[in-house]
Each structure stands twice: as structure tokens, then as C-alpha cells.
Nanobody
Framework: QVQLVESGGGLVQAGGSLRLSCAASGRTFSSYVMGWFRQAPGKEREIVAGISWSGGNTYYTDSVKGRFTISRGNAKNTVYLQMNSLKPEDTAIYFC????????????????WGQGTQVTVSS
């Protein structure tokens, strides 16, 4: 069992930055791939970024490439999402998730989910 708790969301102006954190409980954190998803009102939950077990491999949805960076600290049981050059269209609830299939871009392969953190980008 893994419990995930996100933090770091908030209100920021366009062009600004935020750093999201996701703290995981349990001793098996390093055995899971991690992903960040987001869901805007009226839209489906979509992948933002994913990272492999060791952190050596990452992937991003096209709309955030070059602006967002996912990383993980297995010693701290934490995964991060650094978000720069934020745009109003990045406004959503951001969720972290743990699973076993690296490269999965849909929610279904992820076993555990956090409660989400709101990110609002004003224009």
C-alpha cells in the first residue's frame, strides 16, 4: 500500500513558476514508476509527465515539454514537478500517481493516487 500526498499548488501569474511535491508513504516507493496527471474542469484527466523507478528516464506531454521537469528522490520518498513559464491553460488539479508500467499515459495503469493540488494560473 502506498499513500500519496501532494503539495505546492497555488495561484500564480502567467510566466511564473511553481514546484509541486508528492510525498509517499511506505518502504517500496522506489519500486514504482511515478506520474503527474492533471484535470481541468470539464476535461478528462491527462498525463503531464512520468518518471522511471530510478529517475533515469522521463517523459512529458507535448504541451509542457521544455517548461516542466519531473524528478524524484527515492531516499525521501518524494516526486517533484517543477513548472516554469506557466500558462493559463495549465490551470487544473494536479495529481501524482504510482504504478508499474513506465510510459503509461492513461490513468488506468496507475494503482495509487493522491488527493490532488490546485494550480491556478492567471493571465
Amino acid at each position: 500500500q502506498v499513500q500519496l500526498v501532494e503539495s505546492g499548488g497555488g495561484l500564480v501569474q502567467a510566466g511564473g513558476s511553481l514546484r509541486l511535491s508528492c510525498a509517499a508513504s511506505g518502504r517500496t516507493f522506489s519500486s514504482y514508476v511515478m506520474g503527474w496527471f492533471r484535470q481541468a474542469p470539464g476535461k478528462e484527466r491527462e498525463i503531464v509527465a512520468g518518471i522511471s523507478w530510478s529517475g533515469g528516464n522521463t517523459y512529458y506531454t507535448d504541451s509542457v515539454k521544455g517548461r516542466f521537469t519531473i524528478s524524484r528522490g527515492n531516499a525521501k520518498n518524494t516526486v517533484y514537478l517543477q513548472m516554469n513559464s506557466l500558462k493559463p491553460e495549465d490551470t487544473a488539479i494536479y495529481f501524482c500517481a504510482a504504478g508499474s508500467s513506465y510510459g503509461a499515459t492513461t490513468p488506468r495503469p496507475y494503482y495509487y493516487w493522491g488527493q490532488g493540488t490546485q494550480v491556478t494560473v492567471s493571465s
